[in-house]
């Protein structure tokens, strides 16, 4: 089941008026500063050509961290690929009302497809549907709505196979080394949101299946402030370490913080997410962090892709099916020294 919601953060934001957010951003524009880092989708095939002019509105958080400041970029990116798409994206907020109240307005607009992405999938179900009802198609990115009665298409990543492979990459490196019984951490994020719970819980059976178990075990707040503090708690207790796996990269570097304030070098450490620093980090091979498992933001880029292929009334080439799925769940891909290569256009900054 997809995740009601990705992350909540504490940082505040300032609210802007619905009748302020909108702005214009169409292929003819010059391209957003940094748009070379944002990943695409490749063009290829008959729904690369030029087709029916399809405008796209798009809501987002507030882009006030690396993931998420990535998938506004990147949906951004994608829009200007295509000659045949006007992108009218709202000014991220992570407050519910005025999100609404943005989605509200695009609605009025009349755009053709909405790509949403919502602070809050519960709070948020109730303006997918007036799209729905008003004839506007809606692909929901990530943060699900309550009901599919919101959105057209849901397009987002697997919380669960997260901690699956990020377990089974672990495991096979403890087998490697011939560690019997090793001691396996683990930087959780906020345990209250289910998304945390399906990572761990999928962590925890991924290593029940080798024969192995999680050990000392801490919560963070998907901070860098708060992933430096609990893995400095996790590290004092725990004197032995053989893996860690932190279960996201922008908390990732607050994690990294603490291991280096330790001097701590006896285990490696599995990232989550994908950011670019991480894969750096990797690719260098001279520190702990040896993989990182991916929740891409390239996934906002695909939500664009697909708006426009409904705008289009298209389907996907390669596929049977006339229609555009109704769900998509992205893979979380390991990235590793043997093939950071190919993923390094899709890791963010964090």
Not at 313 to 325: F, N, Q, R, S, T
């Amino acid at each position: 089941m997809p995740s009601l919601d990705r992350r909540r953060f504490l940082w505040g934001t300032t609210a802007l008026g619905a009748t302020a957010v909108l702005a214009g951003c169409t292929s003819n524009e010059a391209p957003q500063a940094g748009a070379s880092n944002a990943a695409v989708a490749g063009a290829s095939g008959a729904n690369s050509q030029p087709g029916k002019a399809v405008t796209i509105g798009f809501s987002a958080p507030a882009a006030d961290h690396g993931w998420m400041a990535a998938m506004t970029k990147n949906a951004k990116a994608q829009a200007g690929q295509f000659s045949d798409v006007t992108l009218k994206a709202t000014e991220g907020t992570n407050d519910v009302n005025q999100q609404i109240a943005q989605v509200e307005t695009l609605i009025n607009d009349k755009v053709d497809v909405l790509v949403i992405l919502p602070f809050d999938g519960k709070a948020l179900t109730e303006v997918g549907r007036q799209a729905t009802d008003a004839g506007i198609q809606v692909v929901n990115v990530d943060r699900i709505f309550d009901t599919p009665l919101a959105y057209r298409a849901w397009i987002g990543g697997d919380n669960y196979r997260m901690g699956v492979n990020a377990g089974n990459y672990i495991a096979a490196q403890m087998k490697a080394k011939n560690i019997s019984s090793p001691v396996i951490g683990e930087v959780a994020g906020i345990d209250s949101l289910p998304l945390t719970q399906e990572r761990s819980k999928g962590f925890k059976d991924a290593l029940a299946r080798a024969g192995f178990s999680v050990g000392p075990r801490v919560s963070a707040q998907f901070t860098p402030e708060s992933g430096e503090q609990q893995t400095a708690n996790l590290l004092q207790g725990a004197s032995k370490l053989d893996a860690l796996w932190n279960h996201d990269d922008d908390q990732g570097i607050g994690v990294l913080a603490a291991i280096d304030g330790a001097g701590r070098k006896d285990f490696i450490m599995v990232g989550g997410a994908g950011s670019r620093n991480m894969m750096n980090l990797i690719k260098a091979d001279s520190g702990v962090v040896k993989a990182t498992v991916l929740y891409s933001p390239s996934m906002a880029s695909s939500a664009i892709a697909l708006a426009r292929m409904l705008g289009q009334a298209k389907g996907i080439g390669d596929l049977a099916e006339h229609e555009i799925p109704a769900l998509i769940t992205t893979y979380s891909a390991v990235v590793s020294k043997e093939n950071v290569d190919s993923y390094l256009d899709v890791g963010f900054d964090s």
